[in-house]
């Protein structure tokens, strides 16, 4: 399954761009170059549970949304 999709979506309704999100992601710990982020919302890096927890964060999410249309993927 690839949440990378549903991720994207989220960074784009929130104005941000990959770059942001990466230095959020850094802010919080998470040693994620913009290189890397790009590779998740591609779908081609899997993501990590810690930075999950940051980009439910940084978006102001519930986890659902990360999940969201994914079992219709199968």
Known sequence: MNIG???RTL???AGMTQ???????QLAGCD???SIY???ECGTYGV??????A???IFGVDYNAFFA???SEK
């Open 5 to 7: 999709r549903n991720i």
């Open 11 to 13: 960074r784009v309704a």
């Open 19 to 25: 770059e942001q999100v990466a230095a959020k992601l």
């Open 32 to 34: 994620t170059s913009r």
């Open 38 to 40: 790009s590779q998740i």
């Open 48 to 53: 990590r549970m810690s930075e999950l927890v």
């Open 55 to 57: 980009l439910k964060q």
């Open 69 to 71: 249309g994914l079992e």
